[in-house]
């Protein structure tokens, strides 16, 4: 959990004036050293035993204080009488003054266990190569869970398909899909208490086998000539109709924990992968009524489409599957049409994630899938991926945000995940069927007295997180925050985290682009916002030098700069000058790249890429933005016949690199890395120290990426010169001058 700026605006007008917007973002599974209950002396594992506030209900934290009769809440400032003597206060006392902003984790012995089911959606009317990346996507995921999860694999095409796992022999349950006036129940064909997954452990072999017998549409009779068709009978409508049907049969069997019964048999989650390689055009909600029913609202443009199927079933089974707590992952494997705009909303709802996979010569779908879960799954030291860079995963979350009074947390829907879910009594509670390592949400923070914030007293804020882990059960994070005043915007700026405001910006510009705005409109208002904060910025320290001048009898400075420079703290101003480029690359990448997507047909790749570009920021953390839109550059240079790691991060044009004297560089684009030798560099130059920081940088990765080799004047160096953000358009340099010349603009307007 962290904060836009560390200095919080005073009140109102000092945060229109700072012009850096004003918000917590919470990283659930954030991967910072947590304070655990040990270094409190917590024993109980019982959060009822816990000493929390009798007014607010906060939990402890290092910036309690303490007085002889108790101890005295930093949120609401309730003096509470009682400290149980489970809780050792001269081990809080100690920590409150060596830690800033540190989170609690407490283990939770919760009396029901789930079991979590990973069900495989597999798309066979796809054409024999993407079929096959399918299958070794599966076997990679089986490979990859622990022994004790659970599989079910479902077969998509005209009808429903679901692998009896259980036998030795893999046969197929075929489901009929029905005319919407004809209701086929599901329960009746499964079982009402049979589970639709198997345990990995005792049925391997078999799940294998299904796998290998997965068959194509060809073989089931359609003729060979449409095996390659966009278009080939896939009813997702229909079979994730009937999947609803069958959690909620599932879910009224496994009642809640209640007093009368503590300990309720094992509630089953699921999470579906969906392997897609074409859109829905088979059943309820295909593509032709959508499109019929886009064409006679009026619209006619892909912007438009998207949003008139905001009233599609999709979007229903979306919001059940995350009221059911169940999530869905999308991999759409296919460089053709396939309708994302429809499918995302099965994802952005549950917590899920969408990946595109359009290079099926070079498909890293089944490295992925191997990777990521290993990362999620392995609780043991049995895999080769280190602990502190492990995945992990959150069901059944809960999050509670609670601030000063003086402060008031607010959702807005356009920053943030769909899958957010706000408790309809308590509004400062929200639920979330699903989270991993890299979820961000996002909340402003809205000043509730005219008179702003106490000038002596810290604000504090905290965000207590419940959640099942498959890796340690149920647990508790609390994560408490505790900041000092900004009494004017300098203070405000010199305070301000460059990757969580950048990552607050670009996911409401993304999110506005998807609900209301064009893409054309969406740059302009990222550009307008660094106007403006520029001409604040200048307009300060006008002021500022208007009054030194005064008292020197000099004449202030009219001159208007656009690099920070007069920012007192020279790291400070390196960060800021960074904001700026990282708007530039962002203006100029593959986010904002769609130049005729207002006016695109709705059925084309274009409105795939759009779709998923714009929905990506429900999974990236500020890191993963930051190098997809300004890549971070690594220069090595020749000392004694070996490479050095000379400096890290640059500005990322041709120029710069040619004049920065360096043997070796290596940019992290955040999607692949690329190492460009220069001419003249020894013949072991992708070896030492280069070799051992690409590792580094791979395993720090969720997801498998591509390293690319290159040398300078040779084939494939258009891959390095490539990454060179700022020499695209006019070019950064051009750019930004003309960003100095709008707010010279403003300021004679006045």
């Known amino acids: ?124 009317t796809s054409d024999a190569r993407t079929l096959e990346i399918i299958k070794e996507s599966l076997s990679a995921l089986v490979k990859s869970l622990n022994p004790s999860s659970f599989v079910a694999i479902v077969l998509l095409s005209d009808e429903m398909g679901i692998f009896d796992l259980k036998s030795s022999i893999p046969h197929v349950r075929h489901i009929p899909f029905l005319p919407p006036d004809e209701r ?131 979007k229903y089974i979306g919001k059940e599957y995350g009221r059911l707590g169940i999530t869905a992952d999308q991999y759409i494997i296919s460089s053709r049409y396939c309708s994302l705009f429809l499918y995302k909303y099965l994802s952005t709802f549950s917590g899920g994630i969408i990946k595109i996979y359009d290079d099926l010569e070079n498909c890293l779908l089944p490295q992925d899938i191997y990777r990521f879960n290993t990362k999620t799954n392995s609780s043991n030291n049995e895999t080769t991926i280190q602990d502190d860079s492990m995945e992990d995963e959150a069901w059944q979350g809960m999050l509670r945000v609670r601030t000063s009074k003086h402060l008031e947390p607010f959702n807005n829907r356009k920053g943030t995940h769909g899958a957010l879910i706000q408790d309809k009594v308590y509004p400062n509670i929200y639920t979330t069927p699903f989270a991993r390592t890299g979820t961000v949400y996002t909340f402003d923070l809205v000043h509730t007295r005219r008179q702003g914030l106490p000038k002596r007293k810290p604000t504090t804020l905290q965000v207590a997180w419940k959640y099942y882990s498959p890796k340690k059960g149920w647990n508790l994070r609390v994560c408490t925050i505790q ?160 490479l050095e790691l000379d400096q890290i991060g640059m500005g990322l044009s041709k120029k710069n690199v040619v004049d920065s004297g360096g043997a070796v560089f290596l940019v992290d684009g955040g999607e692949d890395i690329v190492v460009m030798g220069r001419k003249g560099v020894g013949a072991g130059w992708k070896g030492g120290k280069v070799k051992e920081m690409v590792g580094k940088l791979k395993e720090g990765k969720r997801w498998v990426v591509r390293v690319w080799w290159v040398k300078e004047g040779e084939e494939g160096e258009e891959r390095f010169w490539g990454k060179m953000v700022e020499d695209k358009g006019e070019g950064y340099d051009a750019w930004i001058e003309g960003v100095g010349k709008e707010v010279l603009e403003m300021k004679t307007v006045g």
Request: glycine share 4%; proline share 7%.
């Open 483 to 642: 900041s000092k005043m900004g009494d004017n915007r300098e203070q405000v700026w010199l305070g301000t985290g460059i990757g969580e405001t950048f990552y607050v910006i670009v996911n409401k510009v993304c999110r506005s682009i998807l609900s209301e705005c064009s893409v054309a409109e969406g740059k302009d208002s990222i550009r307008n916002w660094l106007t403006l904060l520029l001409y604040n910025y200048n307009d300060h320290y006008f002021w500022v030098s208007r009054n030194k001048s005064r008292r020197s009898n000099t004449a202030p400075s009219p001159s208007v700069d656009v690099t920070w420079d007069r920012i007192e703290s020279t790291d400070k101003q390196k960060e800021l000058q960074l904001l700026n480029r990282m708007v530039f690359g962002f203006l100029h990448s593959k986010f904002l790249s769609f130049s005729d997507s207002d006016s695109a047909p709705l059925q084309s790749e274009t409105t795939d890429e759009l779709v998923y570009y714009m929905t990506m920021m429900g999974h990236l953390d500020y890191a993963e933005l930051k190098n997809l839109v300004y890549p971070t550059c690594y220069t090595f240079k020749e000392v004694d016949n070996k």
């Open 184 to 314: 086929i129940d599901i329960t009746d064909i499964i079982g009402p208490d049979s589970h639709i997954g198997v345990e990995i452990g005792l049925h391997e072999m078999n799940i294998m086998l299904a796998i290998e017998s997965i068959p194509s549409f060809a073989h089931l009779g359609v003729k060979p000539e449409y095996e390659e068709t966009v278009f080939n009978k896939r009813g997702y409508g229909p079979l994730h109709s009937l999947l609803l049907q069958y959690f909620n049969s599932q879910n009224s069997s496994n009642p809640s924990p209640t007093p009368q019964n503590p300990n309720p048999p094992t509630k089953n989650l699921y999470k579906i992968i969906n392997f897609i390689s074409g859109p829905p055009d088979y059943g309820i909600g295909n593509i032709h009524e959508v499109n019929n029913d886009i064409s006679s609202s009026g619209s006619s443009t892909a912007l438009e489409g998207i949003r008139t199927a905001e009233d599609s079933i999709y």
């Open 1 to 124: 959990t962290t904060l836009t700026t560390i200095r919080l605006p005073i009140d109102k007008d000092t945060k229109e004036l700072a012009g850096i917007p004003f918000a917590v973002l919470v990283s659930p599974l954030s991967k910072y050293s947590p304070l655990t209950s040990s270094d409190l002396h917590v024993s109980s594992t019982n959060p009822s035993h816990f000493p929390r506030c009798a007014s607010c209900m906060a939990y402890p934290s290092p910036f309690v204080t303490f007085n002889p009769s108790g101890w005295t809440c930093p949120l609401c400032s309730e003096n509470n009488t009682t400290i149980p003597s489970r809780w050792s206060t001269p081990t809080l006392r100690e920590k409150a003054t060596e830690l800033i902003a540190p989170y609690i984790e407490f283990p939770l012995n919760e009396p029901q266990s789930l079991r979590i089911c990973y069900l495989a959606v597999v798309d066979i």
